[in-house]
C-alpha cells in the first residue's frame, strides 16, 4: 500500500468524522456544555468503514470538551483485519484524545492542536504470495492509480488534493506496540514502543501531506529493541 494512499483514507476518516460532529460542537460551544456522543459512534464508524474498506469499530465512550479548540474523546477503537489473515484485527487503540481548532475548519483546515493515543496496537502480515494486509479498499489492493503505475500529484500545499489541509502541532503515542508476521520467511517481528512524541513549533506544523515543516528533534522515543521468532 502506498504512503499517500494511507494518508488520504485516514484524512477522509478525520473529515466524516468532523463532518459529523460539527453541528454538536457548535451547540456545545453556544450552550457551554460537555456532551456525550455515545449515539453517534454509529454513524461514526460507517463512515470510517467507507474511508478504511475495513470494519471500524468503537466499542467505548465517546465525548466532547467545549472550547474553541474543543477537545474530542475516544475510548477502544477497533479496525478489523482483511480476510485470510492471522489476527483478527489490523489495529486497535484503547483511548483517543483530539484537540480540534473550529475556526481553522470553517476555512477548510483541518487544525489538531493534541493528538494523544494511548494503547496502540498494530498487526502487519505478509502471506507466502506477497500479499500483505496493510492495503486498504477492495479487492487484493492493487486498485486505481496503483494498477496503471500512475500515482497523482502531492498538494503543493501539503494536503491530498482534495483542498483540506490536515496539520497536527502535537503528536503524542503511548503504549504502542507492533507485529510483523512474515508468511514467506515464517518469521514474527515484535516491537514495543513505551512512548513517541513528535512536537513542532507554533505556526510551524506537522502535516499529512507529503511534507514535513518541523525542525529540530522531531521524535522522542523510548523502546524495546524489537526481536524475531
Given at each position: 500500500m502506498k504512503v499517500r494512499r494511507i494518508l488520504r483514507n485516514t484524512v477522509l476518516t478525520f473529515v466524516g468524522l468532523i463532518v459529523v460532529l460539527v453541528v454538536t460542537v457548535g451547540l456545545t460551544l453556544l450552550l457551554g456544555l460537555n456532551v456525550n456522543l455515545n449515539a453517534l459512534r454509529a454513524p461514526i464508524a460507517d463512515v470510517a468503514s467507507d474511508a478504511l474498506g475495513r470494519q471500524f469499530r468503537?466499542?467505548?465512550d465517546v465525548s466532547v470538551e467545549a472550547s474553541l479548540w474543543p477537545t474530542l474523546r475516544v475510548e477502544s477503537v477497533r479496525v478489523d483485519n482483511a480476510e485470510?489473515?492471522?489476527e483478527a484485527e489490523f489495529a486497535s487503540l484503547d483511548k483517543l484524545s483530539l484537540q480540534l481548532g473550529v475556526l481553522p475548519l470553517l476555512k477548510?483546515?483541518?487544525h489538531v492542536r493534541e493528538l494523544v493515543a494511548v494503547g496502540v496496537e498494530v498487526n502487519l502480515e505478509s502471506d507466502v504470495r506477497g500479499n500483505n494486509n496493510w492495503r486498504f479498499g477492495t479487492g487484493d489492493g492493487a486498485e486505481?492509480?496503483?494498477e496503471t503505475g500512475q500515482i497523482p500529484a502531492a498538494d503543493p500545499a501539503g494536503?491530498?488534493?482534495s483542498g483540506l489541509t490536515f496539520e497536527v502541532d502535537t503528536?503524542?503515542?503511548t503504549g504502542i506496540s507492533a507485529n510483523y508476521v512474515d508468511?514467506?520467511?515464517d518469521k514474527k517481528l515484535q516491537a514495543r514502543y513505551r512512548e513517541i512524541q513528535?512536537?513542532?513549533g507554533h505556526g510551524d506544523p506537522a502535516r499529512a501531506g507529503y511534507r514535513r515543516r518541523c525542525t529540530g528533534p522531531a521524535v522522542f522515543a523510548r523502546y524495546r529493541r524489537p526481536f524475531l521468532e
Amino acid at each position: 500500500m502506498k504512503v499517500r494512499r494511507i494518508l488520504r483514507n485516514t484524512v477522509l476518516t478525520f473529515v466524516g468524522l468532523i463532518v459529523v460532529l460539527v453541528v454538536t460542537v457548535g451547540l456545545t460551544l453556544l450552550l457551554g456544555l460537555n456532551v456525550n456522543l455515545n449515539a453517534l459512534r454509529a454513524p461514526i464508524a460507517d463512515v470510517a468503514s467507507d474511508a478504511l474498506g475495513r470494519q471500524f469499530r468503537i466499542d467505548g465512550d465517546v465525548s466532547v470538551e467545549a472550547s474553541l479548540w474543543p477537545t474530542l474523546r475516544v475510548e477502544s477503537v477497533r479496525v478489523d483485519n482483511a480476510e485470510g489473515y492471522t489476527e483478527a484485527e489490523f489495529a486497535s487503540l484503547d483511548k483517543l484524545s483530539l484537540q480540534l481548532g473550529v475556526l481553522p475548519l470553517l476555512k477548510g483546515r483541518i487544525h489538531v492542536r493534541e493528538l494523544v493515543a494511548v494503547g496502540v496496537e498494530v498487526n502487519l502480515e505478509s502471506d507466502v504470495r506477497g500479499n500483505n494486509n496493510w492495503r486498504f479498499g477492495t479487492g487484493d489492493g492493487a486498485e486505481g492509480a496503483e494498477e496503471t503505475g500512475q500515482i497523482p500529484a502531492a498538494d503543493p500545499a501539503g494536503g491530498d488534493g482534495s483542498g483540506l489541509t490536515f496539520e497536527v502541532d502535537t503528536l503524542s503515542f503511548t503504549g504502542i506496540s507492533a507485529n510483523y508476521v512474515d508468511g514467506a520467511l515464517d518469521k514474527k517481528l515484535q516491537a514495543r514502543y513505551r512512548e513517541i512524541q513528535r512536537q513542532c513549533g507554533h505556526g510551524d506544523p506537522a502535516r499529512a501531506g507529503y511534507r514535513r515543516r518541523c525542525t529540530g528533534p522531531a521524535v522522542f522515543a523510548r523502546y524495546r529493541r524489537p526481536f524475531l521468532e
